[in-house]
């Protein structure tokens, strides 16, 4: 009997799957190398049988992250696809593949969790701490799928549904209790990890465990229709506890959040939880490819990048204060740093990529083709801009920062899913919602400030809510910030996404080039040629837009996913015995 493609990842039942270096973020070899009886037999064994959850069973989750996260919310625009119309359907590919990874993770991690307490080599205190941060990306999946998905499954042990065959007979279950599920895995997790305050390596401690539940519990505020004060104290609660005591703060230049160096991106222990990727030609799924779909044809010399007719959209541009059609010229004055780290536009120039060129000028590149040796020849960003976050550079930028060559859709930037910023915002936001507003003014103000925008004397729930847009834009967030709040405001999330600014930008090409060639003094744009595509309607956002179809096999292998959710007891039904 063919295994739906949820539910495959049961498949890896009690393997114990194993790297080869507790320094990197490895992928496993094959999955019946190492068991108990050959390996995790010390503490070093014991890390690298966690090591290789933080990137290859995410891998085909990286287009969905983008598309979802970003197309569907407004903040990019990618053509014709269906998530930016929000016609996606069952069989889409890219919602194929992310709902296999998210399982996969979850099977991953079950399978780790019974090796790593069947052996007796490791210490106890490694031990828990690998327990700790396999339950943290289990939660993390989670979290994902609910948001994605809604109502789902709990897979909670791989062994004993393959040992009952009950893998295509299993029910869905409600979004509470999902939400129930994460919050009962994240605290075991956090029981079991240690506290660092200093020396972060890249690695899930309790911070970064307590971190991730304090955004679960602002998202599951408003699951009932309404927002829980108690769940947004909470969510508070925990926010301030990581704020507070764990030692981290915000790095102080935004851009090095997202540069290859570790020595930058991690300097002050920003990052709480990102997928930590390497380059290895022998194992397909642990580097990260994000470059390929985002970047510009030529970007890097590997022939790999196609992503120049997408980029960050003209709402989003909005968001920022700038327009496409703006001279150049008169961005030299602008503010907010995190504008120009989020999206390239004209006029734009980079001394962290190309860095053996002198930096990078994004209309040299385009338009000077001794520079620019492969590029696109042409502005080809439908909506005046260019991705920038997820990008690495080209091979010499690699190499600088890590010793090592990049390879084909193959580099070592981390990708960030939580970082310290977006711990402060929901820290404002569960303050300002349970009447703090003197806690929700001053660290918005601490985001603005370190990325050098003009510090607000007052807040209200808009003003964090755009807060989150232009810090975490590019990062796969924004559509989850409406999916929460789907939850108790959906006419207003509706009316928010039908008032984007969605489509392209026409004709922007002939007006960079012509203030290119002139040497910068030639600013020239005929609106009656060159305007914002107000034509195409804006799309079809219904109720039902806020929950994406399960995969079509998995409901034609499980029909039980088309019935109503089954009320559960989560913490009578299931438990974490270690």
Known sequence: MKINRIFSSLAVGLLALGIVSCEKFLDRPSEDTYNTSNFYMNDEQCIQGVNYIYNSPWYDFQRGFIKIGEVMSGNMYWGSSPYLTFTTNATDEDLKNMAYSLWAVNGHVNAVLVNINAANG????????????????????????????????????????????????????????????????????????????SGWNNRIDYYAA??????????????????????????????????????????????????????????????????????????????????????????????????????????????????????????????????????????????????????????????????GVGGPGEFCGPCGAQNCKHLYGNNADHETALGKSAARMAYELPTHILRLSDVYLIYAEASL?????????????????????????????????????LELAGEGDYWYDFVRRSYYDMNGAIAEIKAQRRNAWWNLNAVYKTWYESGKKTWVVDESECAYDSSTPVPNVTESSFTLPFPQEDVVNNPHLLEPAQEINVRETYSYNF
């Not at 609910?146 to 299993?170: A, C, K, M, Q, W």
């Not at 007052?458 to 755009?466: G, L, P, R, T």
């Open 210 to 371: 307590e971190a991730l539940l304090s955004k679960v519990y602002l998202t599951m505020a408003g699951i009932d229709g309404s927002l829980d004060q108690e769940l947004l104290k909470k969510a508070a609660e925990y926010a301030k506890d990581v704020i507070d005591n764990s030692g981290r703060s915000l790095t102080p230049v935004y851009s090095d959040v997202f540069r290859l160096s570790p020595a930058l991106y991690n300097q002050t222990g920003e990052p709480l939880i990102s997928w930590m990727w390497t380059v290895d030609g022998n194992q397909w799924t642990r580097q990260n490819t994000l470059q390929s779909d985002l970047g510009m044809t030529g970007f890097d010399e590997f022939g790999d990048v196609w992503g120049q007719w997408g980029g960050p959209s003209v709402d989003l541009m909005d968001a920022f204060g700038v327009s496409p059609v703006d001279n150049p010229s008169a961005r030299a004055t602008e503010k907010d740093t995190r504008r120009k780290v989020t999206m390239m536009m004209a006029g734009d120039f980079y001394p962290y990529f190309w860095q053996d060129k002198g930096g990078f000028d994004v209309l040299r590149f385009m338009y000077d083709a001794d520079y």
């Open 122 to 197: 490791p210490s106890k205190a490694i031990k828990n701490q690998c327990l700790g941060e396999a339950l943290t990306l289990k939660a993390l999946a989670y979290f994902f799928m609910v948001r994605t998905f809604g109502e789902i499954p709990i897979v909670h042990s791989n062994s004993e549904l393959l040992g009952t065959n009950d893998y295509n007979n299993i029910y869905k279950v409600t979004r509470k209790n999902v939400y129930e599920y994460i919050i009962m895995t994240i605290e075991k997790a956090m029981s079991l990890l240690p506290k660092k305050t």
């Open 433 to 469: 919602l349970t009447g703090n507003s003197a806690a929700a003014l001053e660290y918005v103000n601490k985001v603005r400030e370190r990325a050098g925008a003009a510090l607000l004397t007052s807040v209200a729930i808009k003003d964090i809510w755009k807060e989150r847009r």
